[in-house]
């Protein structure tokens, strides 16, 4: 089966498993885990931050980042095709009791023309508007990236407007490998980070958040609160370690994979693709002839996976498991089944 549903059905590497099976580890709710405390402190020291946290999840990640910076009764920002907004279960009005204002971006993106005369709080009625969250690169946005500039007069908008900015960056070394971006910048623009390992990377679990040593304090608290705390973890940071160090590399092959694909959609009759709007690992595509789930159970009978992404979108992803044969496979698929 050719599994395009997410980068995130990777399965660690033989070399992985080894780099896991060597990991010197304690208990880190004790914070004994020396792997975990060097882990952390590298991520943090790459992207110009102070502090790190590893989380299960890129979930946790960004909830502790809503959590740390915000109170009960505020409210945040963020395009309606945001994670936060989307696909964690409501969980910024359960865990940090705020609400979430969505607005309408570009492909996932807000600029600061979306942003401008939304911050609320002047009168007793109103929430207050604390945090802009930023999503990089962007799910349903299909991959795209944000540019060095469009973040620094983000940057610039919130500080004016004395903002916080959390960065989803649940797929940020694509952002990075796409854009040629150094890490220690996302630093500067970014008050909490969040980054995945379990994605692109290919790391079986784990994310980290990326903050000051006050906010990252602040938010160990709450990950022991909500279940997060965690033993021998360097078992798995070093699985995200090794990710980091030999799988970001692949993530251009990835990329070039996508667009390739993109191409053979493009060509396709029954289907209809916006041929520019693939920067990274994420291709979204319509259906013109037929339905969403028709087509997705036509390609499980020729052995490829995709899932649904709206009532006439279909999401592929790329990721460093899927060879050059397996592309060629599903090209040749393709023209056989949508032309």
């Not at 980042?65 to 963020?78: A, N, Q, Y």
């Not at 909490?192 to 390992?197: D, W, Y």
């Not at 798995?236 to 692949?250: D, K, N």
Request: glycine share 10%.
């Amino acid at each position: 089966m050719i599994d395009l549903r997410s980068d995130t059905v990777t399965k660690p590497t033989p070399e992985m498993l080894e780099a896991m099976q060597r990991a010197e580890v304690g208990d880190d709710v004790f914070a004994e885990d020396k792997h975990a405390i060097s882990f952390q402190k590298k991520v943090a020291k790459m992207f110009g931050m102070e502090s790190g946290l590893f989380v299960p999840s890129g979930t946790m990640g960004n909830q502790l980042g809503v959590k740390v910076l915000t109170e009960p009764g505020d409210e945040i920002l963020i395009d309606e095709k945001g994670h936060i907004f989307n696909y964690e279960t409501g969980a910024s009005a359960l865990l940090s009791g705020i609400q979430i204002h969505a607005l309408t971006g570009d492909w996932g993106k807000l600029q600061v023309h979306h942003l401008r005369n939304k911050k609320r709080g002047i009168h007793d009625w109103e929430p207050v508007t604390k945090v802009i969250c930023l999503e990089n690169t962007t799910n349903k946005g299909g991959g795209a990236c944000y540019t060095r500039l469009e973040l620094e007069e983000v940057k610039a908008f919130a500080d004016k407007e004395t903002l916080f900015i959390h960065l989803d960056g649940a797929r940020i070394w694509n952002a990075i490998t796409a854009t040629g971006i150094e890490p220690e910048f996302f630093g500067t623009i970014a008050d909490t980070i969040s980054v995945c390992f379990s994605k692109g990377l290919g790391a079986p679990v784990g994310s980290m958040l990326l903050s000051s040593k006050e906010r990252i304090a602040k938010a160990r608290r709450f990950r022991k609160m909500w279940g997060g705390g965690m033993r021998q973890i360097g078992i798995l940071t070093s699985a995200a370690e090794y990710a980091l160090e030999h799988h970001w590399p692949l993530l251009e092959g990835d990329h070039r994979r996508a667009m390739e694909f993109a191409k053979t959609v493009e060509e396709c009759s029954r289907l209809s693709i916006e041929p520019d709007s693939v920067e990274t690992n994420i291709v979204l595509f319509d259906v013109l002839e037929g339905d969403v789930p028709g087509v997705l159970a036509e390609l499980e009978k020729h052995g490829i996976r995709m899932v649904p992404f709206g009532p006439k979108t279909i999401r592929a992803t790329f990721h460093f498991q899927i060879s050059e044969q397996e592309l060629k496979i599903v090209k040749e698929t393709f023209k056989l089944l949508f032309n």
